[in-house]
Each structure stands twice: as C-alpha cells, then as structure tokens.
C-alpha cells in the first residue's frame, strides 16, 4: 500500500507562488509515475505536472510557464513550484502515484486571491 503526504497549499494573491510538496511511502516499487493533479467542483480531476517512468516531465498546457515539477534524490518526493498564479488556478491540488489508477493524495487547498 502507498501512503502520499502533501503539503503546501494555503492563500496567495493573484502574481503569487507557492510551492506543494507530496512524500510517497510504503510499496512504491522502483519504477512509477508520480506527479500532480487538480480537480475543481463539478469538473473531471486533470494533469498539471507529472513524472513518467522514465523520469520525463508533462507539463498541461495551461501551467507551462509557470509551474516546475522537480523531486528529490530519493525520487519519492515530489515538488510542484507555482509562480504567476491566477484565480483560476484556485482549486483542489492531488499528488498522484501511479497515474489515474493508482494511488493519491488527500489533496490540498490553493485559493488565489484576485
């Protein structure tokens, strides 16, 4: 079983960053994709930023520019830097293993104020 922890999202004004942290524990195995996912009210849960296996980064459209996804040398933890945040981008953030069936996080509130 895989355990993700996140950390990082709060309230920031429009222009502003914030950095999301997730750690994965428990039966990670050695190869996985691992990243970021947001999901507004009454919308489908999308990508923002993920690794793939191959350790090769994806980035949505709608954050190029503006967000990094890096991770750590253990390659469990994984970061999401966000600059030049919008109101839009105001939603639920998850951290994901394993891609959209595998394991997630209990996601993490990011609010931009405008």
């Known amino acids: 079983q895989v355990q993700l922890e996140e950390s990082g999202g709060g309230l920031v004004q429009t222009g502003g960053s914030l950095t999301l942290s997730c750690a994965a524990s428990?039966?990670?195995?050695?190869?996985?994709?691992m990243g970021w996912y947001r999901q507004a009210p009454g919308k489908q849960r999308e990508l923002v930023a993920a690794?793939?296996?191959?350790?090769?980064?994806t980035y949505a459209d709608f954050v190029k520019g503006r967000f990094t996804i890096s991770r750590g040398n253990a390659k469990n933890t994984v970061y999401l830097q966000m600059n030049s945040l919008k109101p839009e981008d105001t939603t639920v953030y998850y951290c994901?293993?394993?891609?959209?069936?595998?394991?997630w996080g209990q996601g993490t509130q990011v609010t931009v104020s405008s």
């Open positions: 690794f793939s296996t191959a350790g090769i980064t």
């Open positions: 428990g039966s990670i195995g050695r190869f996985f994709t």
């Open positions: 994901n293993l394993g891609g959209r069936l595998g394991s």
